[in-house]
């Protein structure tokens, strides 16, 4: 079974744009989370989607937003880029994403700022 | 709010050596699940071990294994027999295990050790 990919692997941009990441889960799996990865804040929590709903959400502002199509594919979308949101973006999908679901991370996405 | 300390940012072992990584986490919920996660330099996120917080018995996956404190809410892994594709960095996380509302899809992470294992 295939794993989690997320394409694309690198991007660069620049302050103000906006870019879109997109994440594809395992096959039967319609949970998927994103974190953002950085040297000094780690690993945070994003959003969740299940279903094509957005079930939980972490604390970043609204610029940070997402989806999740019916075939469980999620993209996240992140406006008005600015230096800080340079990171490793990973998503991470699950059965249900319920409490016996075991996550299982995609490659992830390095977005630069510049 | 749960967080989740690993108070070892870096550590090393001789191949073949028994290694220990420790991590602490504070939470009010009674139903939980822990993991220790590895990544690699190439980046991949590989779950390397899991333990439900309701079973006492600490849990194994070949070389790996957990000793779970739940009073002392303490989650350490033991990486006995290390090889040269052990070096990574690793990563404690946990997950409230009633879903729902704040539960769904979040892992919360420690901040990570970095394993090097020497020849």
């Known amino acids: 079974k295939a794993g989690v990919t997320q394409t694309p692997r690198y991007l660069i941009k620049t302050r103000g744009q906006q870019v879109t990441l997109s994440c594809s889960p395992i096959s039967g799996h319609r949970s998927v989370s994103w974190y953002q990865q950085t040297p000094g804040q780690g690993l945070q929590f994003l959003f969740e989607y299940f279903s094509e709903t957005q079930r939980n959400k972490g604390n970043f502002p609204g610029r940070f937003s997402g989806r999740q199509f019916s075939n469980s594919r999620s993209e996240m979308n992140v406006s008005t880029l600015e230096l800080g949101d340079s990171a490793l973006y990973l998503c991470?999908?699950?059965?249900?994403?319920?409490?016996?679901?075991?996550?299982?991370f995609g490659p992830g996405t390095r977005l630069t700022v510049l | 709010a749960q967080t989740v300390t690993q108070s070892q940012p870096e550590m090393s072992v001789q191949e073949a050596e028994t290694v220990t990584l420790s991590c602490t986490y504070d939470t009010s919920e009674s139903n939980y699940y822990l993991f220790w996660y590895k990544q690699p330099p190439s980046r991949q996120m590989i779950l390397v071990i899991r333990q439900e917080a309701y079973k006492q018995q600490n849990a194994t996956e070949n070389r790996f294994s957990v000793n779970f404190q739940k009073a002392a809410k303490s989650f350490s892994l033991k990486i006995s027999d290390s090889q040269l594709g052990d070096t990574a960095m690793y990563f404690c996380?946990?997950?409230?295990?009633?879903?729902?509302?704040?539960?769904?899809?979040?892992?919360?992470f420690g901040q990570g050790t970095i394993l090097t294992v020497h020849p």
């Open positions: 996380a946990f997950m409230k295990a009633n879903a729902g509302g704040t539960s769904y899809g979040k892992l919360t």
């Open positions: 991470a999908s699950s059965l249900q994403g319920g409490r016996t679901d075991t996550q299982y």
